[in-house]
């Protein structure tokens, strides 16, 4: 086993994997941006190192200064986590030529299952189903409007590298198609540092179903029940259960053996997730994509199944053997995660920023949270809108929705807006609750982003606004002071006498 | 008795009201725009800090915890799982412009200039893109808010910009 692992993340994850990694007695080596330098997963570190810099090129994706941290700490293995470099083949050969073992797959193996072209035609050799697409387009050209003309708008223009949404447009007419092309090959190329994109026909009704498969160095593979991510705005997930409710042990057990199959046929190892778009009517399937690394909600795989999966990724990048069974991985109960993001679920989801002046997050039975920040830090611009995640479970789906509800209701947050709000009512939502939704969920219910005032909101805030815009407490640079009070007693009931 | 107005800003703008706080000994009472809310207040007074926790009962009889405090000139409110932001406001605020000059194009949230696309003197159309900017991984175009020409361009690119902070002057 490895004795010190550099953690090449930050946020939630990178506080997730050094849990895992101090648990199983590894050293662990965090990295910071100079806005990160009083960051959770900086202050658990057992060593920690500046990157110098405030973007995320400065930082976290400058694999030079990685490289060069991991060489003086001397950290024989690096934890990618997800996002920045995890899906980047030549950084994991930069770390194989620096003698660190990367955790997660081959350079090889991530090269021909991350890249979504190539993905798509293992999928096709090992005879899962996929959906149609187009090759590499820059512009539009007569063999884009070919493909356009056969398939019909709206089409889906994504980026063949990376993932996340990020490079992902909806084309819904001809004259937004150039436009979309552009747009999406600027944000991939400034993600992911590759700029292809392709288009591919849109199945608006479809569920977005995803396997987690776990394969080993020896030959062993395994997958585990599904995850079900329809619950998305802008193509990103917003909310995860497992199992999907769409989905039988027939079903499960096909798409399973579809990603187990697409992994050996790609001399795969490690965590990877094969993504499918479910059709529920027809209950065919369609192979998405592959991610070549853990997973946001990978965290509701481990409430059903108790198994850590980061102590999986690293055990097998060690070479160790995977020594669970496929019959092991069936999991008990239900599990769901709402993803916390500092955005305005009310103004088409704007990132929202501020000092978290109050986080006090829920805790109790079947609850877990992987949090990222902490009370009294600032939440700024340059990375990722997550938060924190919250996970709910229990023995069946509407424990585990329960618990989710009364959770998010009670995470008292103060500084930065967040969707708390608005995962409140999708979990409440009668369709939701039902288990009947696809990835148009949100779309289809433009109402929860919208803000509706209720009765409560026009007569209790107001006046409970009064009473604390005189008795909360002030910051600095607030305009209007308070006067020091001295209260004999220090809890007393304010109310009673109503104004004459 | 203390007494001030405050305007809802998050979720939603809202319309400025008047209130009144009394806080006897034998507790609080608070109107809004002259008339009584029948609410229960229950929170510890001499709370140190910023924030303020506490419960209330409503008229309905439901009981929701909240939590509030001031952050800068935001009165920041937690209840029951819903976040609000009020500002107070003052005879200056309410002199200054809600909205900022006529038609200038602000940033919709904060985040960096990735590019400007404009430059002084320069004619523009309704719609037509000024600049883009990024935030937390996302782009957002910022479309021209009319036609006219360009008199100043109020950042560069890779400047950190606030929300509602002025991106581009323009004149007719």
């Given at each position: ?18 849990q895992?990694?101090q648990t ?6 965090a ?18 190192h500046?990157?110098?810099?405030i ?14 941290i ?12 997800y ?13 194989r030529?620096?003698?660190?073992v990367?955790?997660?797959?081959s ?110 160095r020896?030959?062993n ?6 995850r079900?991510?329809?619950?998305q ?39 990877g ?9 027809t ?15 990978h ?26 069974d ?9 599990a ?34 992987d ?29 585990a ?28 939502h ?26 409560e ?15 909360a ?28 | ?13 809202g ?17 809004v ?46 209840l ?23 038609g200038?194009?602000l940033?919709?949230m ?21 600049a ?24 560069a690119?890779?400047?950190q ?11 007719e």
């Amino acid at each position: 086993m490895f004795s010190k692992v550099l953690v090449a993340n930050r946020g939630e994850i990178a506080v997730r994997v050094q849990q895992t990694l101090q648990t199983m007695g590894v050293k662990t080596v965090a990295v910071y941006s100079d806005t990160d330098r009083l960051a959770p997963h900086v202050a658990m570190a057992n060593e920690a190192h500046p990157l110098d810099g405030i973007t995320a090129a400065e930082t976290y994706l400058d694999a030079g200064k990685l490289l060069d941290i991991a060489h003086r700490s001397r950290a024989d293995a690096l934890h990618p986590g997800y996002g920045f470099l995890s899906e980047n083949p030549d950084f994991a050969r930069q770390c194989r030529q620096a003698r660190v073992v990367f955790i997660g797959p081959s350079p090889e193996s991530m090269e021909a299952l991350g890249d979504k072209l190539r993905a798509k035609d293992l999928a096709q050799q090992a005879g899962a189903p996929v959906v149609p697409g187009s090759g590499v387009c820059r512009q539009v050209d007569p063999s884009i409007e070919k493909f356009a003309a056969v398939h019909g708008y709206p089409l889906l223009v994504k980026a063949a590298a990376g993932g996340g949404g990020r490079g992902m447009r909806l084309v819904n007419s001809r004259e937004e198609l150039e436009s979309s092309l552009e747009a999406a090959s600027r944000e991939a190329a400034s993600a992911f540092g590759d700029g292809r994109v392709f288009l591919e026909r849109y199945i608006a009704q479809g569920r977005h179903v995803e396997v987690q498969i776990l394969a080993d160095r020896h030959g062993n593979a395994i997958y585990f029940p599904e995850r079900e991510c329809s619950i998305q705005r802008r193509h990103q997930k917003l909310i995860e259960e497992t199992p999907s409710p769409a989905v039988g042990p027939e079903l499960r057990q096909r798409m399973g053996k579809a990603a187990v199959d697409l992994a050996k046929a790609a001399g795969y190892t490690n965590a990877g997730t094969v993504e499918f778009l479910l059709d529920p009517q027809t209950q065919e399937f369609y192979f998405l994509e592959v991610n070549t690394r853990l997973q946001v909600e990978h965290p509701i795989t481990e409430a059903v199944t108790g198994l850590d999966l980061v102590e999986w990724q690293t055990r097998i990048a060690a070479g160790e053997t995977l020594t669970i069974d496929q019959a092991e991985t069936q999991g008990t109960g239900h599990a769901i995660e709402c993803r916390i993001c500092a955005e305005d679920p009310y103004n088409g989801f704007a990132p929202a920023t501020g000092r978290l002046a109050l986080w006090e997050p829920p805790a109790g039975p079947g609850l877990r949270l992987d949090s990222g920040v902490a009370q009294g830090l600032e939440v700024a611009s340059h990375f990722d809108s997550l938060l924190a995640k919250l996970i709910a479970s229990g023995p069946d789906r509407a424990i585990a929705l329960r618990r989710m509800e009364l959770a998010l209701a009670r995470f008292p947050t103060l500084g930065v807006t967040t969707n708390v709000p608005l995962l409140m009512d999708v979990i409440r939502h009668p369709e939701f609750q039902a288990g009947e939704y696809d990835t148009g969920f949100l779309e289809h219910h433009g109402e929860l982003t919208q803000w509706q005032p209720s009765d409560e909101s026009a007569h209790t805030v107001p006046a409970l606004a009064a009473w604390a815009a005189e008795n909360a407490g002030l910051t600095s640079n607030n305009t209007h002071p308070l006067p020091n009070r001295v209260d004999p007693s220090p809890w007393r009931t304010l109310g009673g006498k109503k104004f004459p | 008795m203390k007494e001030g107005r405050l305007r809802q800003t998050y979720p939603a703008a809202g319309p400025v009201f008047h209130y009144r706080v009394e806080e006897p000994e034998s507790g609080a009472t608070v109107s809004v725009d002259g008339i009584a809310a029948g609410l229960e207040i229950v929170a510890d007074t001499n709370a140190v800090g910023e924030v303020q926790r506490g419960w209330i009962r409503a008229a309905n009889g439901n009981r929701p915890a909240f939590a509030a405090g001031w952050i800068g000139d935001s009165l920041h409110l937690w209840l029951d799982g819903q976040q609000y932001v009020f500002e107070r406001v003052t005879a200056q605020s309410v002199a200054r412009p809600v909205a900022a000059p006529e038609g200038d194009a602000l940033a919709p949230m904060p985040g960096t200039v990735a590019q400007v696309l404009v430059t002084a003197g320069q004619r523009v159309e309704a719609g037509e893109t000024l600049a883009v900017m990024e935030s937390m991984k996302m782009e957002l175009v910022i479309a021209s808010p009319r036609a006219g020409v360009v008199k100043r361009v109020a950042v560069a690119e890779g400047d950190q910009v606030d929300r509602g902070m002025r991106l581009v002057e323009l004149e007719e």
